[in-house]
Structure formats: structure tokens, C-alpha cells
């Protein structure tokens, strides 16, 4: 599943786009009034967390990849297409995906600073929130898009092992200075997945993600799913600290 990163470069990819006009639209996504998204001119391109957006002047088309979304850029691909929308000066093609028809303002339907992505983004209150769910496992709480959107299963993954938190750890047991550190790390990596991406290196410099070796102490990494999730964790049960109550 594309992480919030993955979306922005996305976004810089369609960024010629912006101010053309769509002139045709289609596809078998039943949400969308194709008639009438074609003669728009695309105003701008935004993304939430995991969510591209394509904002026109009343309305905005949200295209979310879910787990096996794809896309092609001034070509197609050999598979049902969910959305197209073409222009004067090229065309993407969306597969697989979820797409939504928003009438609504951006703004009352987005809170920008649980992005981590965004410059409005608020560690402090991404730490409030988890803590307010003290019980949950910091590996799901990590993939919720409500307190750090954009976080996807790599960069949960890579910013325990950095912060060395072991993806177990109960979020009321880790000290709040640590949490703090964790989601600033999420901040972090993300603008760094992001620069590794536009240089096409991204696959380079994951240390644990899909990894066989700890690179700090050189022991097999464990690979598990976790929670209710079950989404894979791959860790260090050497260098990462497991926090959980004393009298577990
Ligand atoms: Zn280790």
C-alpha cells in the first residue's frame, strides 16, 4: 500500500496538470459524474496521508490505492480501469483504487495537522491521542490514520528499529519523551522516503522493512504479523526494547 511519501511524489508527477482542463473523463467508478467533471479545469492536486486529491472549483475527486491500486501516467495498463481523467497535455489512468466524489470544502473534512507530510503537522497532539489509547500495541497505533496519516507499514517498521521500540510495546508503557521521538521520526523519515523516491533510491536504505539481518547487532530480524492488523512487523528483539507493564 503507497505511504503518504509515495503519494506526494505522485502528486509532483501530475503537477503539470494543474490548470488544464479534463477533457475526457471515464471509467466504471459509479461515484463520479463523468459528464460532468469534463470542461473542469483542474485547480490544484493535494494529498492527505494516503489520499490524492484532485480539487477542482466545486468539487474534488479523492483517489485512494488502497492495497493493490495502480496508475500510469500518458499510458495505460491492461486491466479494468476505475478512473481516467484526460487533458490537453496527457492523461492518468487509476486501476484498482478507491474513488470518491467530494462537494464538500477540503477543510471541513481534513484535519491537515494529523499529516505527516504536512508543515501543519502537530507531534505533540499525535502523542496525546495515542496515549489516550494506552492499552493498544505501538505497531497499530503507528498505522492509524488518524493520529499520524501517511505512516504505512514501512516507515512503522523502519522508525521502531531507529527509535529502538520493539513493535509490541504497549503505547501507556513507553515514557512520553520516547513516543515524542518516535512521531518525530515518523516526521523525519517520511521527508527522507520522500527525497529517496525523486531519486529513485527508496529501496536502498530500508534497514529492517523486508530485511533478514539486524544491521546494529547482526542477529536475524523476527518477522511477524502483530495485532489485529496483522500487518508484518519485522524487528529486533535484541536492540528494541519491549515496554509493557511490570507485572506482565
Ligand atoms: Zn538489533
Redesign the pocket.
Known amino acids: 500500500m503507497p505511504e503518504g511519501p509515495q503519494m506526494v511524489f505522485l502528486k509532483d508527477q501530475l503537477s503539470h496538470f494543474v490548470g488544464e482542463t479534463v477533457v475526457e473523463a471515464k471509467g466504471r467508478e459509479k461515484g463520479i459524474p463523468y459528464e460532468l467533471v469534463e470542461g473542469q479545469a483542474l485547480v490544484d492536486i493535494k494529498t492527505f496521508g494516503k489520499e490524492l486529491l484532485f480539487c477542482f472549483p466545486q468539487f474534488t475527486i479523492r483517489i485512494h490505492l488502497v492495497l493493490f491500486g495502480k496508475y500510469a501516467i500518458d499510458s495505460t495498463l491492461n486491466r479494468a480501469l476505475q478512473l481516467g481523467l484526460a487533458f490537453e497535455n496527457g492523461e492518468v489512468n487509476f486501476y484498482a483504487c478507491n474513488c470518491r466524489f467530494i462537494e464538500e470544502p477540503l477543510d471541513n473534512m481534513y484535519d491537515w495537522s494529523i499529516d505527516v507530510l504536512h508543515k501543519s503537522f502537530e507531534a505533540k497532539r499525535a502523542v496525546e491521542k495515542m496515549v489516550s489509547k494506552p492499552t493498544q500495541l505501538i505497531c497499530e497505533a503507528l498505522l492509524d490514520q488518524n493520529i499520524v496519516a501517511g505512516v504505512g507499514n514501512k516507515i512503522k517498521n523502519e522508525v521502531l528499529?531507529r527509535r529502538q521500540i520493539h513493535p509490541e510495546s504497549l503505547v501507556g508503557e513507553i515514557p512520553v519523551d520516547k513516543l515524542e521521538a518516535l512521531i518525530e521520526e515518523c516526521v523525519t523519515l517520511s521527508s527522507e522516503y520522500l527525497e529517496w523516491k525523486r531519486e529513485g533510491t527508496d529501496n536502498d536504505h530500508w534497514k529492517v522493512y523486508k530485511k533478514k539481518e539486524?544491521?546494529?547487532?547482526h542477529?536475524p530480524?523476527l518477522k511477524e504479523k502483530i495485532g489485529k492488523s496483522a500487518r508484518s512487523c519485522y524487528f529486533?528483539?535484541?536492540?528494541?526494547q519491549l515496554y509493557l507493564p511490570d507485572n506482565l
Open positions: 528499529f539486524c544491521p546494529r547487532d542477529v530480524l529486533c528483539d535484541k536492540c528494541q
